[in-house]
């Protein structure tokens, strides 16, 4: 098991990533499926930097399991509530007519990985994504 | 993120090279250097993806937001070049429903006299 605790500011997404590739290091991953994983883990984490704090600060801790089998990604934040899990699929010619740059990180996320569990414990947002290979 | 700019039979090609991410501290965006050539009346624009190696959801925006501001003054903006990975990425947020992409930069560059 492996754990990282950052503070949410978008200047500790590289660090992110870097933690993530130093934890699958020692499991046979395809360079697919370790790509998916991280743009998944960059998209949340983003997401929890960019939201779940509109006051500013706040942390969020990430904690990485893998056997051969699956990896798995607990995020947890203390921000507000939000469910990505649930988000809606969005329609890329409603996002084209109206202009819009954003809105589908969530939905690739869910798309990269291949569980994506969401509940609210303790005050905590814990999102859990999970990639089988 | 680096972005060099050249042109071609009037085609104005941006070389992207690294990362197009939130998380990148670029002063400029590349949404904002396509903006910028359709101010001054260049309206073909292609991208070459060669040597980006990752983008995130703020990445597929920025491309998505130039396509569009190309595409409202009657411009074309095509891509080329894009690696297998980035592709799935443009595959699942639908971006190839509304994208030209081209395997090379060659094809994409006469594709602009044959639309």
Redesign the interface.
Known sequence: MNHLSIAAD??E??GVRQFLKDSLADIDIS??DG??IE?AL??MV?NVI?YAYPDGGGVLAIEIRKDRHRVIIEIRDSGLPFDPCRAPKPD??E??AA????G??I??TR??MDECLYRRDGGQNILTLVKKL | MMINKREKNSIVIFDIEGEIRRSDISDVTLHQLVKEQLEVGRKQILLNFDKVDFIDSFGVGEILASYISTHNLGGKLKLARISKKLFLIFQITMLTKVLDIHDEEASALQSFFKD
């Open positions: 978008l200047s997404v590289d360079e697919e790509f998916k743009l960059v998209e983003v960019r890329i010619d996002v084209v202009g819009r740059k954003g589908l990180g939905y690739l798309e990269l």
